[in-house]
């Protein structure tokens, strides 16, 4: 974030309502996409900012009534998270939002549980390298939602290997 103090500002109110939003509060969501579309004009190669951009979308998509309307604004929303991915490909808040949102999608329709499967498999492999990379709630968060996205995959096996660390984890954790 560059160091204007209002940007700084614009982009915490617009985190804010993203997670309002997330929580299902549709015109937090809304105004949420219309900061970080403005933030995404003054800092276009901002990665962070295009990818709550791209997460906003999703969201929109998730809120929308017309099925196309569902559908356009998720793949909009999903292009902004892997652009913001090709930006910044270490970037551990980028990598958990593209992960999130590709795990909410229908795999049916959009392919991404593999995406998702990367980015937590990513985010693991650096908690591996350094047991601070990750807090314990975003750990045990990460290994549920790798389970799920392997269950989405149809691959019970992964799942269930998933699952068993995450209970020997969460044990040592407690």
Do not use: W
């Amino acid at each position: 974030m560059k160091s204007n103090t209002n940007h700084i500002k614009q982009f915490e109110e617009g985190r804010r309502l993203l997670m309002l939003g997330v929580d299902g509060d549709k015109k937090a969501v809304k105004k949420a996409y219309e900061i970080f579309l403005k933030l995404r004009d003054t800092e276009p190669d901002n990665a962070l900012v295009e990818a709550n951009y791209g997460s906003t979308l999703a969201l929109l998509g998730r809120d929308a009534v017309q099925p196309l309307e569902k559908a356009d604004h998720a793949q909009e929303g999903l292009d902004a998270l892997n652009q913001a991915i090709s930006m910044e490909p270490n970037h551990k808040e980028i990598r958990l939002l593209r992960a999130n949102v590709c795990l909410r999608l229908p795999d049916s329709f959009f392919h991404c549980s593999q995406t998702a499967i990367e980015d937590f498999s990513f985010l693991l492999d650096r908690y591996k390298e350094d047991p601070n990379y990750l807090t314990n709630d975003q750990l045990i968060e990460m290994m549920e939602n790798l389970s799920a996205a392997s269950h989405d995959m149809e691959k019970p096996s992964k799942a269930n290997k998933v699952l068993q660390r995450l209970t020997k984890l969460t044990s040592k954790i407690k």
